[in-house]
């Protein structure tokens, strides 16, 4: 390899504070350099290729090497492992003209080696703390792994469950989505990009791809602007404001523009009323996919919407490689917008400190020490306990005490793969603990039989009569039922929500043998399983827990741990009530039972089988007491909202106590509850705690009518409680 000085060596030299990470600084160098490159070299910046992955490892194919060489490629993703990234890192600093250094990416979504809950699942353990935890771990990791920039988080809203990627994000809910959007990004960024163990964080999918119609991914979203800006975009704003440095276009046609043509989502909205200055990348191939959306008839012309609209780099579509230098030359578009683009991909790429050294992320050594480590395997666990749902305890049928015969059953109960879920980064399903595992570990190998049961999706139903045998001589049953891994993430809807193959029937069979029957179930989306909710003596919602899911769960089944998951999603009764959440408009006609013309169905209830944050505890929690101080308050006051909140069970219980607002007349109609504020309190039996909440107006904003944003005076019902259905409520009111 032919050794070489970059000249941009030779600038810095001439350039005092070189390690000094300020913007102003940097705008310097960085202009420096854009005086230096070619339009092919700038355009090379915006260039994003992917690695292959063969069964030796990573591999890029030999026209992107030379595409590196030629100062052509500005990033590659998928490429990771410390000593690959470092050996296509030496290609663009000592082979290239410039020397500028690539930029490596990766989808470390909820985790590199150490494979954490599903996001749906860290999302239901309501623990911001242990949120930003695990993903300051996961960043480590991949760190260690040479790589600058992760694809996370994910924050798209999720209010339809037939929606596979609902996995990927925290769930239906604005404002708890704007709390873990923060909480992903501090950790992923740390406090300076500088420190060689944070990431790039990217925030997607901009924007709206959540909504996407009938729940079929990469499909139409068409919301009002009022939707899109209250519900959908929040999360984004949150994130960016937490310091995102970069953020993803979505796949979909948003109210007839794809978003990575859409220039009033990139430019109006996220540069000028948000004010972002990082650099903003396609989704997958998405510039050429605006030729199937029927917004231009060719790659040219896509290449140009996109530009035009905001988007900086483009992910393996090659429509900049070949088409902005043309365009550039048939003056179609100005060579000033690929130097804005550029001039902030150069920028992240300094904030990481790659200019200074861009070899700083290789380091080999790192990665044994820190992949897998005792100290993130506990962190897995911890998140992993937390995130688990109790839906259902019959007779208190949890925790198992001391059983001698556990029928351990159902195809989930010994998969290592589907442990991690999708997008499980470098998880190697060989480090994952199945509940098989974590059982045999807690409680004796001689005290758990398994016995399959059945597959997953296969309707083969042979094997549960030797499962219904196993039960008769066992005193409980733990029954692992659900979705593989597979099943949800990207490409995975679903028009049907129950449980796949003849899980269904297993569960019956078993149930009718009269043992009792704990389910424990595994999916990256919220089941329509009524069955299950009447049925099932306990019903643990276990999403897909990682790497130490298995003693996780056993955790929390044997009372090691008491369950303090809630619910981030609403639970649907049934598939047709979907698109169902928590905080819908009224109607002018809400449903009554007694009257026909009402808002209801025939064939089932309104309510959901389980509602927006829901999920029991070992202890038993009662609220009295609920007040709010002043109950007219004007804007420069704040009004403190209390409950008393005891636990009367025999058992200690961690409690996530909810604070919903109701706007009452609003000028433009207003949702039937909105979350405000939670809190997570520990009990021991007997023990009462005051939880307080301190609530302003401006927690009352919305974007009205006159196209402003603040809170409107008159009433509001202030609910807290357990769960989005809770009734208890005092009334307040707002007055200028
Ligand atoms: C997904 C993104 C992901 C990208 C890169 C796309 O198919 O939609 O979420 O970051 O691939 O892997």
Redesign the pocket.
């Known amino acids: 390899m032919r050794r070489f000085i970059p000249i941009l060596l030779a600038l810095w030299l001439g350039l005092p504070g070189l390690v000094v990470a300020q913007a102003g600084l940097w705008d310097r160098q960085v202009d420096s350099i854009l005086s230096l490159m070619t339009l092919t070299e700038k355009i090379g910046q915006m260039n994003l290729l ?1 690695s292959d992955w063969v069964q030796t490892g990573p591999s890029l194919r030999p026209s992107y090497l030379a595409d590196i060489q030629a100062g052509r490629v500005g990033a590659i ?2 490429a990771h492992t410390a000593d690959y990234t470092c050996e296509l890192q030496r290609l663009a600093v000592e082979e290239t003209r410039l020397g500028i250094p690539l930029l490596f ?3 470390v ?1 909820h985790g590199y080696k150490t494979i954490f809950p599903m996001p749906i699942g860290e999302a239901a353990s309501w623990d911001l703390a242990a949120i930003e935890g695990a993903a300051r771990i996961s960043t480590r990791e991949a760190a260690a792994a040479g790589l600058h920039w992760t ?2 988080p ?1 924050v798209d809203i999720a209010r339809d469950p037939r929606w596979g ?1 609902m996995a ?1 994000g925290a769930g239906e809910d604005t404002w708890y989505g704007n709390e873990v959007a923060r909480a992903r990004v501090r950790g992923i960024q740390g406090q300076d990009l500088a420190d060689p163990q944070t990431l790039l964080a ?1 925030v ?2 901009y924007a709206a ?1 959540g909504a996407a119609q009938a729940g079929r991914d990469y499909h139409t979203t068409d919301l009002s602007e009022q939707t899109l800006r209250e519900v959908y975009l929040p999360p984004f704003q949150a994130a960016i404001e937490a310091g995102a440095a970069t953020i ?1 276009t ?2 979909n046609d948003l109210n007839g523009i794809p978003a990575t043509g859409n220039r009033f989502l990139l430019d109006q909205i996220l540069r000028q009323e948000w004010g972002f200055d990082g650099f903003v990348v396609t ?3 998405s510039i050429p996919e605006m030729i199937q959306h029927g917004i231009v008839g060719d790659t040219a012309a896509a290449a140009a919407l996109a530009l035009d609209a905001g988007v900086d780099m483009d ?2 579509a090659s429509a900049y490689y070949y088409h902005l230098a043309r365009l550039v030359a048939e003056g179609k578009i100005d060579e000033g917008q690929i130097d804005a683009a550029v001039r902030r991909i150069l920028r992240a790429k300094y904030a990481l400190g790659l200019f200074d050294d861009p070899y700083r992320y290789c380091q080999p050594n790192q990665e044994a020490a820190v992949w897998l480590s005792d100290a993130h395997r506990a962190a897995a666990r911890d998140i992993a306990r937390k995130s688990l749902v109790l839906l259902r305890n019959q007779g208190a049928t949890l925790p198992l005490r001391s059983p001698d015969r556990i029928l351990l059953t159902g195809p989930l109960a010994d998969s290592q793969r589907d442990m991690l879920g999708s ?1 499980s980064g470098a998880g190697e399903a060989e480090s994952c603990v199945t509940l098989k595992t974590g059982l045999e570990t807690r409680f004796g190998a001689e005290k758990v039989r398994f016995v399959p049961g059945c597959g997953i999706e296969d309707g083969d139903d042979q094997g549960i009569a030797a499962a219904v045998r196993a039960a008769r001589r066992a005193e409980v049953i733990v029954a692992a039922v659900g979705e593989s891994a597979a099943m949800s993430g ?2 995975a809807s679903r028009s049907e929500l129950d449980l796949p193959g003849v899980q269904l029937e297993l569960l019956q069979a078993l149930k009718a043998t009269g043992k009792p029957l704990v389910v424990v179930v595994f999916s990256g989306r919220a089941l329509a399983l009524p069955w299950l909710a009447e049925q099932a003596d306990a019903l643990v919602m276990a999403w897909f827990p990682g790497t130490e899911g298995g003693h996780a769960l056993a955790e929390v089944l044997s009372g090691d741990y008491g369950p303090s998951g809630r619910l981030p999603v609403t639970v649907p009764r049934s598939v047709g009530q979907v698109p169902i959440f928590y905080n819908p408009k009224a109607t002018g006609r809400p449903m009554d039972p007694q009257q026909k013309y009402t808002s209801k169905y025939l064939d089932v209830p309104n309510t959901p089988l389980f509602p927006f944050g829901y999920g029991l505890t070992y202890g038993e929690m009662v609220y009295e007491g609920l007040q709010a101080e002043p109950s007219v308050f004007d804007p420069s006051q704040t009004v403190t909202v209390s409950v008393t909140v005891t636990n009367r069970g025999p058992q200690a219980g961690t409690e996530t106590v909810q604070l919903y607002v109701r706007d009452l007349v609003g000028s433009l109609t207003r949702p039937v509850r909105e979350l405000k504020g939670f809190q997570q309190v520990t009990l021991a039996p007997g023990e009462s705690r005051v939880v307080t909440f301190a609530l302003r107006a401006e927690d009352l904003a919305f974007l009205r009518r006159d196209g402003t944003y603040g809170a409107e005076p008159g009433h509001f019902d202030l609910f807290i409680g357990p769960h989005a259905e809770s009734a208890e409520h005092v009334r307040v009111k707002l007055v200028p």
């Open positions: 992917t993703f998928n990416g990766f989808d979504v694809f996370a994910m990627r990927e990217c997607k999918h791809y993803m979505a796949f989704d997958y191939s992910m393996q997008w990207e490409a």
